[in-house]
């Protein structure tokens, strides 16, 4: 008889008859001509008959082995599939509800649903055994992605902050909770846990842009107005540090001012540009301008009359006409212009005039700023009153030399 090992196999010898004797390692059922036995080997059974008479047989019981039956276990995240795997070689396998076998590979099956599965193994001497295994399911994490606005200006920056897990890490290799970003695109975090599982969240980012600006400047004179013009914020809303929000202004400022001015467009983005408008200091004096009259030869006035101006201050050169008004006399830069030295300047060999001449002197400061001065040059006299001249009497003496009485 052939057993798999663990089982026991019952043998029968002819019936009919008085007695029986099994040999060691069987077990007699009874008086009966039936033994059973478990162990591999030959045996022997002795039979008496009625008049005494006593006859051997023997037999023999077969003992295959079982299969030696492994079935892995498998830790998986929720969602996952897991594998497990028997030991390899045998002719059948019957896995436990719960689990697929795979096509082809009958010792392997795969689950999802965490718990114990076992598995039994059949050999070719239809033997079997029979093994456990185990599918643990952990958690999976549930990725966030948290951001106050996924659409900034340009020059700004988003702050992204991810929540779920215990490691983080970003499309941009980040491996932090939270990164700062100031780029369009989309971010992406992977979450994991102390358990090896993980999910994945995205959100995207825009970056509109900022209005790209101009501002015309200006240099002015005290009194003077200039107008500041913004460009580039067309279709948005401009407000200045004046707070008037046309793209053009006109300023009167008293001195040096900045001036600054906000554009504001329909995604909320908006830049801020600066100007200056300069207030040159005009030219001034402390000391009256004098004026030195033409000298004489004789009774002859020489063209030599001067203007002398001096403490002129912020004065960088200075021009003159004949004339109580500048007019259109010559502008700052022009060859006739005369440079002030040490906050003095003169204007030389000025003709004598007949009458009093008045002249405009304008003195230019280092910019476009001016101050008219009017000067009168009065003229020279030059005859000889009869009150006031000296007779003189030329005669020739002897030697032939004049000589003055």
């Known amino acids: 008889m052939t057993i798999c090992a663990g089982r026991t196999v019952s043998l029968t010898a002819t019936a009919g008859f008085s007695s029986y004797t099994f040999s060691t390692g069987l077990t007699q059922v009874g008086t009966t001509n039936q033994a059973t036995g478990a162990a591999a080997g030959s045996y022997s059974v002795t039979a008496i008959n009625s008049a005494g008479c006593s006859n051997t047989a023997t037999g023999s019981i077969t003992v295959n082995p079982n299969p030696v039956v492994t079935l892995s276990s498998a830790t998986i995240c929720a969602g996952q599939s897991a594998t497990l795997i028997a030991v390899a070689g045998y002719t059948n396998y019957s896995f436990s509800a719960g689990l697929t076998s795979m096509p082809g590979q009958p010792n392997i099956a795969t689950g999802t649903v965490g718990g114990a599965y076992s ?94 600006l101009t501002v015309t400047s200006a240099t002015v004179c005290p009194g003077q107005s200039a107008t500041l013009t913004v460009g580039g914020c067309e279709g948005g809303k401009i407000v200045w540090s004046k707070a008037e929000t046309t793209a053009s202004i006109l300023v009167s400022p008293s001195i040096t001012t900045t001036y600054s001015a906000t554009c504001t467009v329909a995604t909320g983005c908006s830049s801020t540009i600066s100007t200056m408008v300069i207030v040159n200091k005009i030219p001034s004096y402390t000391a009256v301008p004098h004026a030195v009259t033409a000298s004489c030869t004789g009774p002859v006035a020489n063209n030599n009359a001067r203007i002398d101006l001096t403490t002129l201050q912020n004065t960088d050169r200075a021009d003159i006409v004949a004339g ?72 020739q003496n002897r030697t032939g030399r004049m000589a003055l009485r």
């Open 119 to 212: 598995v039994t193994a059949t050999s070719s001497a239809s033997c079997s055994g029979s093994a456990t295994g185990n599918i643990t399911v952990n958690p999976k994490p549930t990725a966030v992605i948290t951001v106050i606005r996924t659409t900034i200006c340009q020059g700004e920056s988003a702050t992204l902050t991810a929540s779920g897990g215990a490691t983080y890490v970003w499309s941009t290799r980040e491996q932090s909770a939270s990164i700062v970003v100031a780029t369009s695109g989309v971010y992406s975090v992977t979450v994991n846990t102390v358990n090896g599982c993980s999910d994945i969240a995205s959100t995207t980012i825009t970056v509109n842009p900022a209005p790209v």
């Open 324 to 395: 109580s008004s500048y007019g259109t006399g010559p502008v700052y830069g022009a060859p006739t212009n005369i440079t002030v030295t040490a906050g003095a300047v003169s204007f030389a060999n000025l003709p004598n005039p007949g009458t009093s001449q008045p002249y405009t002197i304008r003195l230019f400061s280092a910019g476009t700023c001016h101050t008219d001065v009017t000067v009168i040059v009065e003229p020279a006299i030059c005859n000889c009153p009869l009150s006031k001249c000296v007779p003189f009497l030329i005669q």
